[in-house]
């Protein structure tokens, strides 16, 4: 199912970026575009997400990214 229409992005990809520690829909956008045209699909991003603990929050509290080039470049759903 699409989560972002602009960007073709789906909630498989949302959730491979979240598996991957993009942690808020920020990274998410950062990963693959997603929220970042209409915005419409923020909310859904965010439900996708939740509010569970981030993997890699420690990471970015420490400066890191916590995103890594894998999850940049996931490929796309069929």
């Known amino acids: 199912m699409y989560v972002c ?3 073709g992005v789906t909630e498989k990809q949302v959730k491979d970026h979240a598996d991957a ?3 808020t ?3 998410i956008a950062s ?3 997603a929220g970042t045209d209409c915005g419409s699909c923020v909310r859904r991003i965010q439900a996708i ?8 929050r ?6 890191m990214p916590a995103l890594t080039a894998e999850a940049v ?6």
């Not at 997400?49 to 890699?56: F, Y």
């Not at 470049?73 to 069929?78: D, I, V």
């Open 21 to 23: 520690g993009a942690c």
């Open 31 to 33: 990963a693959c575009k």
């Open 49 to 56: 997400l939740g509010r569970g603990n981030c993997p890699r």
């Open 58 to 63: 420690e990471l970015v509290d420490q400066g």
């Open 25 to 27: 829909p920020r990274q």
């Open 73 to 78: 470049e996931l490929p796309e759903a069929a």
């Open 5 to 7: 229409s602009c960007f």
